[in-house]
């Protein structure tokens, strides 16, 4: 079945490899618990921001590079949140915004992209996001070279220095003993179209967890809701894939030097497949006066 896309405003510079495309507003269903726009909704924003460009304008050349043989998969990335994020959806009416979108970096078998959200009543740049996309074989799922003629079309980027996603590839992750355990069943709608967990949904797997392993009394600093304390920044590398079915435990722990910073690792039965660090603000967020 084909995807049927909105006529969004999508806005494509094939010479700088810059992509906007613009959203009329977020939806009741975007905001979490404490009244702020969900973070695992924004993750779903950013990917709104790439799929659109893609499905309308091929931009990256996604649907020529996604065969039967071939699909791109974000390897990981950083999430870093403007404060201003909280207070947007009180302070104004409506939330009309635009991603932005920019190749970065090109290496032999990924393509390094930045993401920003940008409110467009005010030009605010609200969050940001850099990702590792990687050209995957679906049946090895190893990665695989990018085409001759991909890596000939974005030269001009190959090997840019500068901004680059600096997620966690820790291959030496060790779990502490005694880090607390949350375990969850991976339902259908968790997954998306390539058949496996999406990437917001583990985000959302991770807040719950960080909920969980707080309403048990595990996290010292938090007084009531973990919701109620912006994130500033997450950190996340997917190290493996989940389908629905699947049952996971995340194992998380607070970082000893900065307890409200929350790590997480997630495994399926014995498979690590996913790290992640979630970055909170040391205290609850009060409204701003506007």
């Known amino acids: 079945m084909a995807t049927h896309v909105q006529e969004y405003d999508v806005v494509i510079d094939l010479q700088k490899h810059q992509v906007e495309s613009h959203f009329p507003g977020i939806s009741y269903d975007d905001f979490d618990r404490g009244g702020s726009i969900s973070p695992w909704k924004i993750c779903r924003m950013f990917e709104a921001g790439r799929a659109i460009p893609s499905i309308v304008g091929n931009y990256l050349d996604g649907n020529t590079l996604t065969t039967d043989k071939h699909a791109l998969f974000v390897l990981g990335g950083e999430y870093y949140f403007d404060p201003c994020l909280w207070d947007v959806a009180r302070k104004f009416n409506y939330f009309p915004y635009k991603v932005t ?13 930045r993401q920003v959200l940008i409110n467009k009543l005010d030009n605010k740049e609200l969050a940001t996001f850099y990702l590792k996309m990687v050209l995957v074989d679906r049946i090895s799922r190893r990665p695989t070279t990018l085409p001759s003629w991909y890596q000939e079309k ?3 980027v190959k090997g840019r220095v500068g901004d680059q996603a600096k997620f966690l590839l820790n291959s030496q992750l060790v779990v502490p003993e005694g880090a607390f355990q949350v375990e969850r069943q991976v339902m259908p709608s968790d ?8 990437q917001g949904s583990y985000v959302r797997f991770c807040l719950d967890a960080a909920q969980v392993a707080n309403k048990a009394g595990v996290l010292e600093y938090v007084q009531g809701d973990i919701c109620l304390y912006p994130v500033l920044k997450i950190s996340i590398s997917y190290k493996g894939e989940s389908d629905s079915g699947d049952r996971l435990m995340t194992h998380l722990w607070q970082d000893d030097l900065s ?4 790590h997480f690792a997630t495994y399926r039965e014995a498979k690590l497949i996913l790290v992640a660090t979630i970055t909170f603000k040391s205290r ?5 006066r506007l």
């Open 259 to 262: 307890p409200q910073m929350l």
């Open 191 to 198: 997954t998306d179209h390539n058949g496996h967990t999406n």
């Open 101 to 113: 979108l920019e190749t970065i970096n090109l290496g032999q078998t990924s393509v390094t992209l």
């Open 154 to 156: 974005f030269k001009d």
């Open 284 to 288: 609850p967020h009060t409204l701003s």
